[in-house]
């Protein structure tokens, strides 16, 4: 295999760092440079946690990309940076492996759209982990038997985002085999405002945020006297890297937007 050249951009955030030390420490990527929104010009290895780190550090994703070459962009950032640094990811022949979450669908339609433009891959994947993907395909598969499902997810509290970019992927895939219902008592009331959650295509969703929270989810399903919970957890950011790897090893090969792991996963 050819080696990667690899931009990451969010480097000093919880996932970027960690993206960082996966791309600088895999033989077949090389670390060709980090996007941050400070310090242009210095060299990563000058900031601390990224010692004998040697890459340039721009802010300027243009003369980012016209400088290093890149094949790949990492996307670690927040949604409206990370919307923007993937549009121009893909005008300049960048392959962008997008972990950041907070798009809209429209957003979605419109990077797919230029892809395909453009005739390269781009991977959007709210969760990396492999387990999360099992749970959502998990969750899928028993939304065909169970139409009654609510989604809890919980995080710590610095995200940005609410739901989760998992949550509102395991609506989307429980909503394809799941026939379309209104759950709840038909004159249920909220008597405080947002207590049944959020709500998408019937099914609610509630989020939770703690300090001491990585990023957790249950899908709780029922009927007559019985539910089924599926659970997963993520207790580091590490979990997350092996589908960072996989993701940009496979986004070289493709020539359109995939959204999901799950749609790349053999
Ligand atoms: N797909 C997945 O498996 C996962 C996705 N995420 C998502 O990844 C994103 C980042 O999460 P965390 O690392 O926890 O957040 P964080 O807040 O720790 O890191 C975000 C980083 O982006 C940087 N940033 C902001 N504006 C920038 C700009 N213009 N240019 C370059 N860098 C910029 C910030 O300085 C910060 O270091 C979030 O959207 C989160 O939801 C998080 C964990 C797993
Ligand atoms: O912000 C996070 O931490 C996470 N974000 C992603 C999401 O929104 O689903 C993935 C994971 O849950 C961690």
């Known amino acids: 295999m050819d080696i990667v050249k690899v931009i990451v951009a969010g480097p000093r955030g919880r ?5 960082v030390h996966l791309v600088h420490n895999e033989d077949h990527f090389e670390l ?3 996007l941050d929104r400070k310090h242009e010009g210095l060299s990563l290895s000058e900031i601390k ?3 004998g780190i040697d890459v340039p550090i721009f ?3 243009e003369e980012c990309f016209r400088t290093t070459q890149a094949d790949v962009l990492v996307d670690l950032t927040t949604p409206d940076v990370g919307y923007f640094h993937t549009k121009t990811a893909l005008e300049f022949g960048v392959r962008p492996v997008v972990g950041t979450t907070g798009f809209s669908k ?6 797919k759209e230029l892809a395909e433009e453009k005739g390269i891959g781009c991977i959007i994947a ?3 982990a492999i387990g999360a993907v099992l749970m959502m395909k998990f969750s899928q598969m028993a939304a065909k038997y169970f139409q009654d499902v609510e989604i809890l997810e919980m995080h710590h509290d610095q995200k940005l985002d609410a739901p989760s970019g998992t949550a509102v992927k395991t609506a989307e895939m429980i909503s394809k085999s799941r026939e379309p219902k209104k759950q709840g008592h038909p004159k249920e009331k909220e008597t405080i405002e947002g207590a049944r959650g959020a709500e998408m295509d019937g099914m609610h969703i509630h989020s939770i945020r703690l300090p001491g929270l990585v990023a957790h989810q249950q899908v709780l399903f029922g009927a007559d006297g019985q539910t089924l919970t599926i659970r997963h957890d ?5 979990s997350f890297m092996s589908g960072v790897k996989v993701c940009v090893e496979t986004v070289i090969k493709l020539d ?4 999901g792991l799950e749609n790349i996963l053999e």
Not at 106 to 111: A, F, H, T, V
Not at 256 to 259: C, I
């Open 32 to 34: 060709a440079g980090v």
């Open 59 to 61: 802010t300027d994703i």
């Open 126 to 128: 709210p969760n990396f």
């Open 15 to 19: 996932m970027g760092a960690e993206a």
């Open 106 to 111: 429209e957003q979605l339609n419109e990077l």
């Open 234 to 238: 993520s207790y580091n950011r590490q």
């Open 256 to 259: 359109t937007l995939v959204y």
């Open 49 to 51: 946690g990224f010692q």
